[in-house]
């Protein structure tokens, strides 16, 4: 009696051997689709044709558009504009830089400026900077309040990195928080914090301790009270027990 045969197994078509038959139409589509980006990323129709500018005030377009350094005879969605976000971001009355792209060839760049917040006053030098502290290229106005304390010089463009600045900047935000106006302020020797109103007031802090806030409440009520006289200082250097000294 004759066994019965096994039956043999066949082997699986490889992938390469299942795809011959269709090696001509590959070849096809991938010249074909070659041709179609190499036509796409030379087409003029994809050239910047409009740039155009928005938010600017005090900084030329002129001088968006030199840094941007957009190149009109290249397909403006083969280029990297956030590169040229960043370089816009350089001018030093420029804060925030957005660039956006329209079909087919149409370049808008929406920038925001800077403001100057202070002035630092510094070896007879006036730094104007905005509330990040980027140095700017503004002229001091009168009205702008100023930090005087000593630093290194710096070029419009660059960070006011100086933990004295910082500290000024962030404690000149409290006071404004609580509607305190001030001319300037400064650290005393003592490392003890003096403002001055722009009547002259000096508003004596003392250092930078955890009564702070306890300190700025109580300026405008001893305002308020002594409101007409000629005052010279108010001293909060001990928050409980404020001493008021008139001219």
């Known amino acids: 009696m004759s066994r019965p045969r096994k039956p043999v197994a066949r082997r699986k078509r490889s992938a390469a051997a299942r795809l011959r038959p269709f090696w001509i139409l590959l070849v096809l589509l991938i ?21 155009i500018v ?37 001018i030093p009355d420029v804060g925030n830089v957005t660039i956006g792209r329209s079909f087919p060839a149409s370049v808008s760049i929406v920038v925001r400026e800077r403001h100057p917040f202070a002035v630092i006053l510094s070896a007879n030098k006036k730094i104007v900077v905005d509330r990040d502290l980027r140095v700017l ?19 419009p463009g660059k960070d006011v990195k100086d933990e004295r600045v910082v500290r000024l900047r962030d404690d000149y935000d409290q006071l404004e928080g609580a509607h305190v106006i001030l001319k300037s302020m400064r650290y005393d020797r003592f490392g003890d914090l003096i ?22 409440s109580l300026i ?18 001990a928050p ?8």
Do not use: C
């Open 220 to 237: 405008g009520p001893i305002l308020s009270q002594i409101a007409g006289k000629k005052i010279a200082a108010i001293d909060l250097r």
């Open 195 to 216: 403002a001055v109103t722009p009547r002259g007031v000096q508003i004596l802090l003392g250092g930078d301790d955890e009564e702070f806030a306890r300190k700025i």
């Open 31 to 51: 010249a074909v689709g070659g041709l179609g980006g190499y036509y796409a990323a030379t087409w003029p129709g994809f050239r910047a044709h409009q740039i």
């Open 137 to 155: 290229d503004f002229e001091p106005a009168p009205t702008l309040p100023q930090f005087v304390v000593s630093i290194q010089p710096l070029a």
């Open 54 to 90: 928005i938010g600017n005030r005090r900084v030329t377009a002129k001088a968006i558009l030199h840094h941007a350094a957009i190149n009109r005879r290249l397909n403006i969605w083969l280029q990297n504009m956030r590169a040229a976000a960043d370089r816009v971001a350089t």
């Open 240 to 247: 409980g027990t404020p001493v008021v000294r008139y001219k």
